[in-house]
């Protein structure tokens, strides 16, 4: 009956120059790369693994009165929806930032406004023999 940490967030303008200095910091690699150019990366177990990946997300310039860092949370034992309504249960609140409704995750504030991201579950990779 808990969340594990899926992802660490960083709000910035060069996601690539970011993920390749924390790739070597951290003996991390590259798991996936967006269209906008956010970059996401992790241990080489992938995701799902024992630590939570880090994704450069692409920000023109900082957003004022915005965090460049929030948590994105993984359920570890129920579905997204069921997750979802614990998670109210124990105080957090919907948090509006301009979603369009498309999305597959919830934002939410703790009790103290931070705001929060509530992902699907993530499946490990299978892993590639030889790779």
Do not use: M
């Given at each position: 009956m808990?969340?594990?940490i899926g992802?660490?967030v960083?709000?910035c303008?060069?996601?690539e120059v970011l993920?390749?200095?924390?790739c ?9 790369r967006?269209e906008?150019?956010?970059v ?5 177990d992938?995701?799902g ?8 997300s ?6 004022p ?6 948590l ?6 129920r579905d997204?929806?069921a997750?979802?309504e614990?998670?109210?249960a124990l ?12 999305e ?5 504030a ?6 929060f ?7 490990a ?7």
């Open positions: 808990a969340c594990r992802e660490l960083f709000g303008r060069e996601p993920a390749a200095f924390w070597q910091v951290l003996d991390f690699v590259v798991l996936g967006e906008d150019g956010s996401e990366i992790g241990a080489r992938g995701f693994g024992s630590q939570p990946t880090l994704f450069f692409y920000r023109e310039a900082p957003e009165g915005k965090s460049r860092l929030h994105d949370l993984n359920a570890t034992d997204q929806d997750e979802l614990r998670l109210l105080g957090a609140k919907p948090a509006a930032i301009g979603q369009t409704g498309e597959n995750w919830h934002v939410l703790d009790p103290e406004g931070n705001e991201c509530l992902l699907k579950a993530r499946i990779p299978v892993p590639v023999p030889g790779a």
